[in-house]
Each structure stands twice: as structure tokens, then as C-alpha cells.
């Protein structure tokens, strides 16, 4: 490709392949006998597997793990030579599933001979977590109007109950059974009561009251109120942080429950003995915001544990209210976590699979520079 300066008479060249090696979308070209004559950087990067490796070899033999590419593929060398469009799993030879889009389309030259294919992939996985997301936060909304319905109704009955407990407990004078009895019973009132608060917090939209934070103030404050379970259990705390990231624009108290949540998630998890590392960094890539959120900086807090992890059949549902593998939980730690977060136009993520701990990541909003 040929370029002119402005105002200069002087032509440079572009060479093609520094344009396909820059473009962000994989290119990967298939001649006519079905082998790889071309594989571009973000190639390489979504398929995980060097250009040096996927060269001359038959794509059928690359891909034979993602048929349906290999279909598309063959489609556009057959007679008709049609281009296709499609998405799905591209099986990277470590045994990752990355979602893509494909796109293949036949190369001719100029007198319409056939030469190959060319295969357009493009990187789903960002799209596929924010849709999950969407569903994630729906499902959510519609059990909170749910919980909260049934909160209400609860809670009524219940003060009535308490009120009488103690009532008897005064009637009774000093026996001391009955003084025994009532107590239980007040004290699981107020158990029930405090239940049904957590469900109403999750349903009611939280007044945010939202300041300029130091994030790692906030963490170190968060471990102090913990400190008492990590001395007590054998549990080694590693602080990765990033001294120069720069303030954050959140409500104190909201998050301080997030952080504490997943702390005492990660110390149930590890049941008194592994290691805690918390690392703060600032967001590096291009952040997806809400629609009508103004566009802000990012930064993020990963806490990782190296207690069992989560089942993979599980990981859907950590974040939905009463979800729990603990005999003692009530599953709604991650369910508040997650409203928090979104509520502050931030992100939580989770990365775990069996036997191989869990990190836990959260972004939050930069306050913005004044
Ligand atoms: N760090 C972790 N390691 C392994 N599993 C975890 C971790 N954090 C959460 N989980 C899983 O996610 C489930 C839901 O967590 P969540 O905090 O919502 O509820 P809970 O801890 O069970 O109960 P609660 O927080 O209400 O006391 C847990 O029961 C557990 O199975
Ligand atoms: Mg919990």
C-alpha cells in the first residue's frame, strides 16, 4: 500500500503484513490445500500456538478439536467457494475454550482463481462475560423483589413473636427454664430478623454516599477487624500493593462489607491454614462501561486463596442469594458483594477451579482528578 505524505513528495510503503500483523482481530490464511500459509499476532495470541508451529500444517489437523471451524473452512473450498459467518469454541491445544467469531471468506486472485481462505476470528470472551452479566443482574432482580416480598411479611409476624417472648419472659419471674426457653427464642428472632434485613438490603437501592478513598486504607482496615481469625489460624498474608494507584470513588461502608465478605470466604475456604494475597493494580486494557455511566478508570483488587476452590459446576451459581455449600451460610455474602459492586459501576469476577484455590476480583471506579 502506497502512502503520501501530506505537503511531501516522498512515498513509503506499507508492507501488508505489517497491517495484518497490527490488526487486533486474528487473521489466519489457508491456501487451497487446506494448510496454514499465514497466521497474524492476535492469531497467535487466540489460539495459542506459535506461527511457527501452525505453518504448512493442514488446518484439519490444527483445529481437529473445533470441528465446526473446520466445516466453515471446507465450505469455502468447495465448488461454491461461499463465504460464512459463525461463532463458537476455538480449542486451544492447552485445553482452554476461547469464544470467537469466525468469518471465512475465499481469496481470489484477479482472474477469480481460488487460491485459499482467509479466517477472520474475533474474541468473544469479553462480550460473553459482560451478557452473562446481564442475565446474572436480571436473575437477581427479579429474586430480590421476590425476597424482599417475602421479607416484609416476615418480619411482621416475627416482631410479634419477639414482642411476646419477652413478655412471657417477664411473666414468668424467676423460673429459670422458662427465662431459658424465651431467651433462645429472642435470640433466634433476632437471628431470623437480621436475615431478613440482608434480603431487603439486596432488593432496596442503596443510597450510595460516595467519597474520595484510599483503597489500601480501606483493605488494611478491613484485615484489622479480621486480624484476630488470621493470627489465630495458621494463615500467611501476602499484601501485593501498588503504592501509586490512585484514589478511588466509593461508599466506605458498602465496601468494606465487600472486602469483608470475601475475606471470610477466603478463611472459611482455607479452614486455618493457607495464604492470603491481596494485590491491588490499575485497569491496563479498554474498560466496557454501563450504558450512561460516564467513562472512568479502573482499578482492580484480586484475592486469592488456596483453599479447595469451587466446583466448576457450582461457579454459576456463587453469586445468586441463598446459594452456600456451608452448613452454617445462609449464601448471601456473594449476592450482597455483587450488588455493591455493580452499584458502584464496578465488576467482580472469579477465577477458581478444584483443588486449585480461588481469586476473587473486584474494580472499582477512580475517583476522578480534580
Ligand atoms: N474463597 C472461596 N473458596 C471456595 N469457595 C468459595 C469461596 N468463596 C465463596 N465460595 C463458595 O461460594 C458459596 C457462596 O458464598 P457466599 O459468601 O455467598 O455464601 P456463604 O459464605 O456460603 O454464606 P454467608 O456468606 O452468607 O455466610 C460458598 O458457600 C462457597 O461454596
Ligand atoms: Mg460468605
Redesign the pocket.
Known sequence: MKIQEQGQEAEFEIPWENILTSLEDGVIVVDRLGKVSFVNQAAEMLTQMPASQALRRPCSLLFRKSGWLIDMVKKSQSPQHSGTRGEGDLATPWGRQVPVSLTVSPLQDRYGRFLGSILLLHDLTRRREMEEDLKRADRLAMLGTLAAGLAHEIKNPLGGIKGAAQLLRREAGGNPSIAQYTDIMIREADRVNLLMEQLLDLSRPAKLNLASLNIHELLDDVLLLEKQTVQERQVALKKNYDPSLPPIRADRGQLTQVFL?LI???L??MNGRGRLTITTRIETGFHIREPGRKRANFIWVDME?D????REE?LPH?FSPF????SN???????ICYRIIKEHGGLIRVE?SEGKG?T?SVSVPVAEQT
Open positions: 465478605n471470610k470466604n477466603a472459611q475456604a486463596d483453599g479447595p476452590g469451587i457450582d456463587i446459594f452456600t455449600t456451608k451460610g445462609t449464601g448471601l455474602g456473594l449476592a477458581s480461588a476473587f
